[in-house]
């Protein structure tokens, strides 16, 4: 006890006056709330602009338009009528647009008196920008309630839009931090310990460290545990950030101290599985970054795994990391520790099992 | 007043069994003493890789106390062997056993009395000496007070040095925190290997001076070394070590009698016209370069062969005699002739 102590007192020293790892550690975490919290954190971005050509101009098509406006996901702007629709569109680099034809009023009158009619709007867009589909729900949304109208017919299922008690108003914030909780356990333990492996190995301090008496199981567990007080130091500074500059709701519960505390073994220990691989610094930043970056992105740590296309999602179940993002975002979000304590369970399996292959595949001697 | 003195000023402070000494008070002028077990036992040994014999079959023994050093060109498998007597390698095949115990099996046990400086050893940047001998400590299950630290920094000549980043030490400085660290554990016996490999020649002397000291204490020394001057000065006893072979074995002195060519002397500058004429004297001599060299085999015909040559008129430098050094014992023994200071092979 008292070599890991030694050992996590020095390389601590050692980590601190580097500057570089806490900056990265400590600082950079805090940036990208910064950053990202007043990108997207601003209540007007949630709102899809759409571009409405109104040619009827009609009220029928002045009430479908104001029933647009009411669904509070869309900001409605004109299209001057006489323009053309898609030369306008281009030249104002419009997202989303909307062309209500005319005789929109006429064939609602029609099938009103039991005649059959069909009117088509055009949805114009980039079908793989998000703000589209929202676009797509609202403007179907509104049709439906027209047609239901049309047809003289009562709805059958309503939404009652009711709060749930206990329920945590959220913001972009909530959803967020746990996220950048996550990348930080990932990123700060992996690129640290696959660097510091690559560096220990080319200056020889394993060789050092194999004449005295501290095992590699020491050694490691010494730098698990310093990571994991450093995390709980980055932890708290985001928080802080979160509550005084975005108002954050989300609160770091017991159970999310206990997925901190596993996924910083989980990851610390695979820097130290990639070192074993590792034989210079350069090579040891590559492989780490060809693991940790695709990670990053698809484990859900800026954007939640259910807007992934399924092939993805799917492969999101392989990452390690996405069980941390989902348990942070379970418990500290919604306080749902049910649904943590499995992604819990999941992260300290895979820690565990990195533990003891970084502690038998890394090798001190010389052959 | 010794260097050490920091370290014996502890003792006095400090039960006896646990005495910041380097180890026993042996033998201080080498030869080790025959009735105890050695320190370091090594029978057949041999380390293959897939088409290298790094180290092939070799045999020796060092008493306590005693400052052993294997000498050889680079690539001769010294630090093959040193590694395998530190624990750090398996050997292929033979026995090597370190303070009574089979490095293969025992060495949880030595652990603590055995200090290392590994070849080209490098200094934790960001640790300055003081924090870097009391984390070493720590890792032999020992905990220095203030004062010990500071007097092991001050034993190896870094105290003004003590609060400075390893980064910004000198080479030969970091060099004596690696011995600094090396002792920690008050080993019996020290490896080092290589410890003055690229360190200028008064950085070279100073760690010599430290060496002898700590000999002085009783420690026993492995030194591993390719400088020819560094062995004749330091050690008692001399393994000459090339393709992983001992090929000589002795106190540097009898390996100069034995295998030296005796005394020469050299005609320095002489070249071709100073050959012809020492030959026509019916002296049997060599060209090394532009100097002409006679082998005189026996100090006592010194004088006389000196008086023969004396009367030479051919343009030269100088006349010097010379006594036969390891350098010689390398030359016959080996082929290995020095360049810049260091062995070739």
Known sequence: ?367 | MSRLSGLKGLRARRPSNQSFSWGHRGRRDGGGDPTAEPVIDVRGLTKHYADIKAVDGISFEVEKGQMFSLLGPNGAGKTTTVEILEGLRDPTSGEARVLGVDVRKGYGKIRNRVGVLPQDFEPFDRLKPREAVAYWAHLFDRTLTKEEVAGLIRTVGLADRADTLAMNLSGGERRRLGIAMSLVGKPKLVFLDEPTTGLDPGARRELWGLIRQLKSEGTTILLTTHYLDEAEQLADDVAIMNHGKIVARGSPADLIAKHGQGHSIVLAGAGEDGLSAVRARGVVAELQGADVVVQVPLASDMRRMLEKLASIDTPLNEIYTRRASLEDVFLNLVGARMQEGVLAA
């Open chain 1, 1 to 367: 006890m008292n070599r890991v102590l030694a050992d996590m007192k020095a390389f601590g020293t050692q980590y601190i006056r580097s500057r570089v790892g806490t900056f990265f550690a400590l600082v950079f975490p805090i940036l990208l709330i910064l950053l990202f919290g007043a990108i997207f954190g601003s209540s007007g971005s949630s709102q899809v602009t759409l571009y409405v050509q109104d040619q009827d101009n009609q009220p029928a098509s002045h009430a479908f338009t104001d029933a647009l406006n009411k669904t509070n996901v869309l900001t409605i702007r004109a299209i001057p009528p006489s323009a053309d629709f898609s030369q306008y569109i281009r030249d104002h680099s419009i997202n989303v647009a909307l062309q209500i034809p005319p005789g929109f009023q006429d064939a609602l009158a029609k099938a009103e008196n039991g005649t059959r009619a069909t009117v088509n709007l055009t949805l114009a867009g980039d079908q793989t920008q998000s703000s589209y589909g929202i676009a797509v729900s609202a403007v179907d949304a509104v049709a439906t309630a027209f047609n239901l109208q049309v047809a003289k017919a009562a709805p059958v299922v309503n939404i009652l839009p009711t709060s749930v008690p206990g329920l945590r108003h959220l913001t972009y914030i909530d959803l967020f931090l746990p996220g950048i909780i996550g990348f930080t356990i990932l990123s700060t333990p992996l690129f640290g310990m696959t660097a510091i492996c690559a560096e220990y190995r080319s200056r020889r301090y394993f060789k050092l460290l194999a004449t005295t008496k501290l095992s590699k199981a020491q050694w490691l567990a010494a730098k698990v545990v310093f990571h994991i007080v450093l995390l709980f130091v980055s932890v708290a500074l985001m928080v802080l950030t979160g509550i005084l500059v975005f108002g954050l709701k989300a609160v770091v519960t017991p159970m999310a101290i206990l997925i901190i505390i596993a996924g910083t073994i989980e990851f610390t220990s695979l820097g130290m599985v990639l070192g074993i691989f590792v034989r210079d610094p350069e090579t040891g930043a590559a492989i780490a970054n060809a693991i940790g970056f695709p990670m990053m992105f698809l484990a859900g740590s800026f954007f939640p795994v259910d807007a992934m296309p399924s092939f993805l999602q799917a492969g999101a179940r392989l990452l390690p990391l996405t069980y941390i993002n989902e348990g942070l975002r379970a418990t500290m979000t919604f306080g749902t520790d049910a649904t943590a304590f499995i992604d819990l369970l999941v992260t300290l399996g895979f820690a565990v099992v990195f533990f003891v292959v970084a502690a038998r595949g890394l090798s001190w001697k010389s052959r």
